[in-house]
């Protein structure tokens, strides 16, 4: 396996006990811990030039402008976008998705026309369209889930009939399937589809690129991939965002301002309304900085090749079930025991300081599909080791024994 | 260990094996209540008699061990029991959770799931049924 261990030293979060226990942090899908090269940048801008950004004259605020705008590169190259001013600053990928959602879609989209979702979306790239059709009548279809938990594609050709938008995630935070984001751009753009792609648990741990995916829309969020909380982005191609109306009105978006109307700024500062989140995006600046530094490649082989390790040693487990059993997977686990709910299960871990999920993962809809009401999740990132795994499934035939069962 | 008393055998016997589970006649007063934020959810079916004592209580439910078994010792511990006597029951349980308020009777098996007030963010397992049960009270007790 390769071995990434030496970066656990840049994340003294990981350095300390929960509970009596050294703590093993495996909620990575949730949100990922932060190096001190990304603490010290956001520390060195509020020590050292803490101000607004795109208009004062000073010293402070050109400084601040620069390393603004240099972030905003930093994230442009690291998803191969063409051009920097594609890259939107949002809050999250939730907001960036809704961007797309308040925007694009109620410019373009009439009643009638449909958009094709697949079962295996997160909330948030569900309820932003549940929103829209209360206003427009569009149809919503969905691409549906096989029980090894990946998408069914055999029928895609006829689901795309009078479709307008493609929104699907790239790798489910749930399954962990990695979807062939790229075969269904291709049918999409075919039937004269746009496509969004939900990159919010993919950009974290593979190499990404939009120009060989060739999506229109690309949405992800800092903060699970070392980056501050608070800071997203939605890349989409300079054409696409020129024709979209604005998101929020106020400062900072706009050319011209008179008592009645206004003429917007170009992107993408059009879409930038009001003080933006600028500690957050330089310290995503910085985080991308620090990935690249590890190697994308990097981190995806060790996911793969951790995720494959854990996914054996789980199931030595007796009555442990994995869901989503895709070849192409990253190493986000969900998964349950035989007469131990999930939420009992992620008690008992936090007693010996593991740090997992249990819940729905804000996939209620693939949950039902499973038919089951919650999971248990473990997923791992590139500063995790094999022996946490071994820790985990000691702790998890302790829950089975507690419970009264033989392990 | 802290795991130990919250896990007390008890309440994995009632996990298990929940007492009053199942369904009541369509026609009773029924309550449903979910967790949204991890799904667990609880109905809840009640009858009172014309002197206000419970005469018959099932519930049924899927969830966590700890709001399972609360459920099911919530029901033994108020069935047969007059209304005034159940509210005394409510709220000294929620109390055993709280910490707040007072405790006015014995509650019997039910300390058994005192071990919940340590771990905050279990106290809304251990209350699903009982935030139905109140409910269901107020809702009856109007009619």
């Not at chain 1, 879609?105 to 829209?132: C, Q, Y």
């Not at chain 1, 995630?169 to 269904?184: A, R």
């Not at chain 1, 997923?379 to 985990?392: A, C, G, H, K, R």
Request: with cysteine; proline share 4%; charged share 25%.
């Amino acid at each position: 396996m390769i071995d990434l261990s030496r970066y656990r030293k840049d994340f003294p979060i990981l350095n300390q006990t929960v509970k009596g226990r050294p703590l093993i942090y495996l909620d990575n899908a949730a949100t990922a811990q932060k190096p001190l090269q990304v603490i010290g940048t956001v520390d060195q801008y509020y020590r050292e030039y803490n101000s607004n950004v795109h208009r004062g004259l000073h010293t402070l605020s050109e400084r601040a402008t620069r390393a603004y705008e240099k972030a905003r590169e930093k994230v442009a190259r690291f998803i191969h976008a063409p051009r920097s001013e594609e890259v939107i600053f949002t809050r999250n990928t939730t907001e960036s998705i809704n961007l797309v959602a308040y925007t694009w879609a109620r410019k373009f989209l009439k009643a009638g026309d449909a958009i094709l979702l697949t079962e295996m979306e997160h909330h948030s790239n569900l309820v932003p369209w549940h929103l829209l059709r209360e206003e427009k009548s569009i149809e919503l279809r969905f691409i549906p889930v096989t029980p090894r938990g990946e998408l069914d594609l055999q029928h895609l050709k006829q689901l795309l009939d009078g479709v307008r938008l493609v929104s699907v995630t790239h790798m489910s935070n749930v399954l962990g399937t990695i979807n062939p984001v790229e075969v269904i751009t291709e049918e999409a753009h075919a039937a004269g589809a746009k496509v969004l792609i939900d990159g919010a648990q993919a950009v974290p741990h593979m190499p990404v690129n939009v120009q060989d995916i060739d999506c229109d829309f690309y949405a992800f969020s800092g903060h699970k991939m070392c980056g501050p909380t608070g800071v997203g982005v939605l890349w989409a191609r300079a054409e696409i965002l020129r024709d979209m109306p604005p998101f929020l009105g106020g400062g900072e978006m706009i050319h011209e301002v008179h008592l009645n109307h206004s003429d917007y700024a170009d992107i993408p500062n059009k879409f930038e309304a009001g003080t933006p989140n600028i500690a957050q995006a330089i310290g995503l600046g910085a985080a991308v900085d620090y990935l690249s530094r590890v190697g994308m490649e990097n981190i995806l082989q060790h996911e793969q090749e951790i995720g494959a390790l854990a996914i054996e040693k789980l199931k030595s487990i007796k009555g442990l079930r994995i869901f989503g059993e895709s070849e192409k997977r990253g190493a986000a686990i969900s998964f349950e025991i035989e007469g131990v709910h999930p939420h009992d299960i992620a008690t008992i871990l936090d007693e010996q300081g593991i740090a997992i999920r249990a819940g729905h993962h804000c996939a209620q809809p693939l949950m039902r599909k499973f038919n089951v009401q919650s999971t248990a999740r473990a997923s791992f990132y590139f500063y995790n080791v094999p022996e946490e795994i071994d820790i985990l499934v000691d702790a998890l035939k302790t829950a089975k024994r507690l419970f009264g069962y033989v392990t | 260990m802290s795991l130990d008393a919250l896990y007390q055998e008890i309440i994995l016997e009632h996990y298990k094996n929940p007492r009053n589970f199942g369904k009541l006649d369509e026609s009773r007063a029924k309550a449903h209540y979910e967790n949204p934020s991890c799904g667990d959810q609880i109905d809840l079916q009640i009858v009172l008699n014309d002197d206000m004592v419970v005469e018959d209580i099932r519930f049924q439910g899927r969830g966590c061990a700890i709001s399972q078994a609360s459920a099911s010792l919530m029901t033994e511990a108020v069935k047969g029991k007059p209304l005034d006597e159940v509210q005394k029951i409510i709220e000294s349980f929620t109390s055993l959770m709280t910490g707040e308020g007072e405790i006015t009777v014995e509650l019997g098996d039910l300390e058994a799931l005192e071990g919940v007030k340590k771990f905050p963010v279990r106290v809304k397992c251990a209350m699903l049924g009982w935030t139905a049960l109140k409910s269901l009270l107020e809702r009856e007790t109007k009619s």
